[in-house]
């Protein structure tokens, strides 16, 4: 799934190096290569309705489906059905995208 803007671990600047506080080695983008392959699912939730079965066989094409969220708020994304961000739905070259505005920290990740 590689694209024409990804680097090869040779070519990422020693700017990228992750260090870690408390050893004395310095850590680069390479030593993250075993899990470069590890797949990951994303959603961005625009928002969530809840409906019975009934009135999910009454929907169609041209149906309104009310959300609980209101225009402009922010969405949520998961990694791998875990909270991490909320952002924004953005147009990119015609197609839609999400960018993100806030980093959900570990504790605050309640889904």
């Known amino acids: 799934m590689a694209t024409d803007n990804d680097l090869p671990l040779e070519e990422f600047p020693e700017s990228n190096a992750l260090t870690i506080q408390g050893d004395e080695s310095e850590k680069s983008a390479a ?3 075993p899990v470069f392959d590890v797949p990951v ?3 961005a939730v625009l ?6 079965v009934s009135q999910l066989l009454k929907l169609g094409q041209g ?6 969220r209101k225009v402009g708020e922010a969405i949520d994304i998961y990694v791998n059905n875990r909270l991490v961000a909320r952002g ?3 147009v990119v070259d015609e197609r839609l995208g999400v960018t993100m505005t806030e980093i959900i920290k570990g504790e605050d990740a309640v889904a």
């Open 88 to 90: 924004e739905v953005v």
């Open 41 to 43: 699912n994303i959603s």
């Open 63 to 68: 149906s309104v489906l009310e959300l609980d």
């Open 47 to 52: 928002g969530k309705a809840n409906l019975s």
């Open 31 to 33: 030593d993250l290569a």
